[in-house]
């Protein structure tokens, strides 16, 4: 990181991070989001018998297909309240890393862990 960035980066509190529920939860069902404004999917997350299953709008259709997508562990924000997202209530929102391309990639555990674990 640049000294630029890091001068214009904001310092936060830890007690504000962890205010930020970060969860690991599997992608359940992935469908095209076709009434969405830029390409996006509809993705049902499970994080687990605590949250249950979670709706998230994605626009990650550059790198993934939605039959890929199932089964895959995502870390997502699960306490943002509802979102209108076109058509759909976005519960949740999945996190992921623009690429050089500017293609977003998925931000996923390397290893199994348990649905709704939360990122600490």
Do not use: W
């Not at 469908?31 to 998230?56: Q, T």
């Not at 759909?88 to 931000?107: D, K, P, Q, R």
């Amino acid at each position: 990181m640049s000294s630029t960035q890091e001068k214009n980066m904001e310092t936060i509190r830890f007690d504000d991070f962890l205010k930020v529920e970060l969860r690991v939860g599997k992608i359940v069902g992935a469908s095209v989001f076709e009434k969405a404004r830029k390409p996006a999917y509809i993705l049902n997350v499970d994080f687990g018998a605590e949250l249950g299953v979670k709706k998230s709008s994605a626009q990650i259709t550059a790198l993934y297909k939605p039959d890929e997508l199932v089964g895959k562990l995502v870390v997502a924000v699960v306490n943002f309240p509802p979102k209108q997202v076109g058509s759909i209530m976005s519960e949740c929102l999945v996190t992921g890393f623009h690429n050089e391309n500017g293609e977003v990639a998925l931000c996923v555990p390397d290893q199994p862990v348990p649905l709704g674990t939360r990122l600490l």
